[in-house]
């Protein structure tokens, strides 16, 4: 079964930033795509950031600019590295992996990231 382990979250205040890792127990290369997605409070879930497995990017407008997704192969890990948070950014984030045959979803079981001072 394929996990999605995330770490990283908590509370930031505005201006600060903050990594999201989520690690997955399958290779890198089992997924077509790997990225975040989050949910604010009131909202629907939203595609922050992914990473295809060639390696090419895409960044939401809410986001770009300010968060930058990287994967590490070697590792099986997917990052988030998010910077200039506002109060906009609070919200659940969800790693998600797209498997490469199946077209699969899988998600992991999210991580709250707070933006308050």
């Known amino acids: 079964q394929v996990q999605l382990v995330e770490s990283g979250g908590g509370k930031a205040q505005p201006g600060g930033s903050m990594r999201l890792s989520c690690r997955t127990s399958e290779k890198w290369f089992d997924f077509i795509r790997m990225g975040w997605y989050r949910q604010g409070p009131g909202k629907q879930r939203e595609l922050v950031a992914s990473?295809?497995?060639?390696?090419?990017?895409n960044i939401a407008d809410s986001v770009s600019g300010r968060f930058i997704i990287s994967g590490d192969i070697a590792k099986n890990t997917v990052s988030l590295q998010m910077n200039s948070l506002g109060p906009e950014d609070t919200a659940v984030y969800y790693c998600?992996?797209?498997?490469?045959?199946?077209?699969?979803?899988?998600w992991g079981q999210g991580t709250q990231v707070t933006v308050s001072s």
């Open positions: 990473i295809h497995s060639n390696g090419s990017t």
């Open positions: 998600n992996a797209v498997g490469k045959v199946s077209r699969h979803n899988y």
